[in-house]
């Protein structure tokens, strides 16, 4: 069943192009960033993350990129599967406290 | 699901009676925390725990309480149901080091309450 927003921003792509999925983050004291995949009906699944002192981190056929200037954060897949349909969202956890905030996401389409 | 389970997965129960959900780690984490996800929203933090017996509440708690007398349990209680709780529920944890690591979500529990 649906878990997620039913009219979250759609990114659709071709199978084998690369995908950028963008977030805007609130807070300029976050220091702490993590992207989730979260597929229908599921819990959210960490993808990669990254601190504030990096601007980019690489992991399998993913990169997140950090603009601190704009509070900005990218995802980027290589090589999109079908495998890779679902809802993607950032999520900031503020310096110093337990708390994170969460994006309200974007739906990722992997067209064949 | 990083050794987190969730139960009951489905619910559905009427206005005005209590439901307790459950959460159950086996990472021996500290931190553990519970969400709610709507249409349209971001996940919104319920209540957290940032130790046995250590707990606080998050931006949406009115209505919920939680307890901690296990570092392995963080049940979620609604005393009476409301339409308004209807909702699916995560349960999250994060690791030793401290809040500012990863953090792991448990499979959800949908709740409907009528």
């Known amino acids: 069943g649906e878990s997620v927003g039913l009219h979250l921003p759609t990114l659709s792509v071709q199978e084998g192009d690369n995908s950028i999925i963008n977030c805007a983050y609130s807070?300029?004291?976050?220091?702490?960033f993590i992207w989730y995949k979260q597929e229908s009906g599921k819990g959210p699944q960490f993808i990669i993350d990254?601190?504030?002192?990096?601007d980019k981190r690489q992991g399998q056929r993913v990169t997140v990129l950090l603009n601190k200037t704009v509070k900005h954060l990218s995802l980027q897949i290589a090589a999109t599967q079908p495998g890779d349909s679902a809802v993607y969202f950032c999520?900031?956890?503020?310096?110093?406290?337990?708390?994170?905030?969460f994006g309200t996401g974007t739906r990722l389409k992997v067209l064949a | 699901d990083a050794g987190i389970t969730q139960s009951p997965r489905h619910k559905v129960t009427e206005t005005g009676t209590p439901v307790t959900l459950r959460c159950h780690q086996t990472e021996n984490h500290r931190y553990m925390y519970w969400y709610r996800q709507d249409p349209g929203h971001g996940l919104r933090l319920i209540h957290y725990?940032?130790?046995?017996?250590?707990?606080d509440k998050g931006e949406v708690s009115d209505g919920y309480s939680v307890s901690r007398s296990k570092t392995e349990d963080f049940p979620l209680t609604l005393e009476s149901a409301t339409s308004s709780q209807t909702s699916v529920y995560f349960c999250a944890i994060a690791g030793l080091a401290g809040p500012n690591n990863e953090q792991f979500f448990g499979p959800g529990t949908r709740l409907t309450v009528l």
């Open positions: 999520a900031e956890n503020i310096k110093g406290t337990y708390k994170y905030i």
């Open positions: 990254i601190r504030s002192n990096m």
């Open positions: 807070n300029s004291a976050s220091d702490y």
């Open positions: 725990s940032y130790g046995v017996k250590d707990t």
